[in-house]
C-alpha cells in the first residue's frame, strides 16, 4: 500500500541516500533539485507525534507488510547485539488489513509477509507508527506510516538456544537449523508464494 504517487520519489531519495556514504551523500541531501531531506524531516516528526496519540487499542492490532524477493540465508544469523532483524532505509508502509500486501506480492517469485506485533511506546523506542488511513488516496487500504530507519526484531522466543549455523533448503529456500528458530512460515495464497515473519517494529 501507498498514500499516493508523492511517495515514490521521496522513497528512491530515501534509499539513494542509504546506498552512497561521506561528500557523495552530503551532496545529494544538500542539492536544491534532488533533495527531500526537510520533507523527510517533518513527515518524520508527524509519524511519532502521531505514534504517541496511538489508542491501547490500536497498539494491539497486528499489521500487515508485503515485500517481493527472498531474504538471504544470513538473515538469520544474530547480530553483534543479539538480535536478528531487518531495517528498512526508506518510509515503511503496512496495512492492517492482511489481504492488502499479499495483492501486491508477485505471482511469480517467493515474496516475505511481515506480521508486525505493535505495541505502547516504551523508554527506547516507538513500537506503532502512524495511521493515515484517513489522508491517504486509499484509504481502503487502512496504512500505518513507519519512518526511516525503522527496525523489524525477530522476537527472543524464536529463538534456539545451543545453535550456531544457518542452512539453505533447496526445496523452500528456507534458512532453517540453527542459529534461530525461524519465525517464519511458508505459506500459498491468492497465486502467491510467501514466508510470513512475525517481528515486532521499533524506531526511535
Known amino acids: 500500500p501507498d498514500s499516493g504517487p508523492a511517495y515514490l520519489p521521496i522513497n528512491v531519495f530515501l534509499r539513494e541516500a542509504s546506498a552512497c556514504s561521506g561528500e557523495y551523500r552530503r551532496t ?11 520533507t523527510c524531516r517533518h513527515i518524520y516528526s508527524a509519524v511519532r ?9 490500536e497498539t494491539r492490532e497486528p499489521l500487515w507488510r508485503g515485500v517481493r524477493g527472498e531474504l538471504k540465508p544470513s538473515f538469520w544469523n544474530v547480530d553483534d547485539q543479539g538480535l536478528v ?9 503496512c496495512s492492517r488489513n492482511r489481504s492488502t500486501p499479499i495483492r501486491y506480492m508477485s505471482s511469480t ?9 505493535p505495541g505502547e511506546e516504551s523508554d527506547a523506542a516507538f513500537h506503532f ?6 489522508l491517504s488516496q486509499f484509504s481502503q487500504e487502512a496504512e500505518v506510516l513507519f519512518p526511516p530507519c525503522s527496525m523489524l526484531v525477530v522476537p527472543d522466543s524464536n529463538f534456539l538456544p545451543d545453535s550456531t549455523t544457518v542452512t ?8 532453517s537449523a540453527s542459529s534461530t528458530s525461524m519465525s517464519g512460515e511458508w505459506k500459498e495464497e491468492e497465486s502467491r508464494t510467501f514466508i510470513q515473519i512475525t517481528v515486532k517494529p521499533a524506531f526511535v
Open 168 to 175: 539453505t533448503d533447496d526445496e523452500k529456500g528456507l534458512a
Open 109 to 117: 517469485v517467493k515474496n516475505v509477509l511481515w506480521k508486525l506485533l
Open 28 to 38: 545529494l541531501c544538500s542539492h536544491p533539485l534532488r533533495t527531500f531531506a526537510a
Open 49 to 57: 507525534k502521531l505514534s504517541a496519540v496511538a489508542t491501547e487499542i
Open 129 to 134: 507508527g502512524a495511521d493515515i488511513s484517513i
Open 85 to 93: 532483524c531487518a531495517v528498512d532505509t526508506a518510509f515503511m508502509s
